[in-house]
């Protein structure tokens, strides 16, 4: 499984850079980056967490 953003949606306010930032990363041009798209049984809370976190809705997770 990995994250994915729809950049389109993102308004790049850094809910899931705060949850999570080995994934997340919003840079200093208000640009979200994914740093690490895989879904580890590590990271797997915390990334479902952003996701649910997301204002926009803007985070899926797939197969």
């Not at 729809?6 to 850079?17: R, T």
């Amino acid at each position: 499984m990995r994250v994915e953003v729809d950049l389109g949606l993102c308004e790049s306010n850094g809910i899931c850079a705060g949850l999570i930032p080995e994934v997340f990363h919003l840079g200093d041009d208000d640009n979200l980056e994914v740093l690490s798209p895989e879904v580890t049984p590590v990271n797997e809370t915390q990334i479902r967490e952003a996701v649910r976190q997301c204002p926009r809705q803007a985070i899926s997770l797939v197969e």
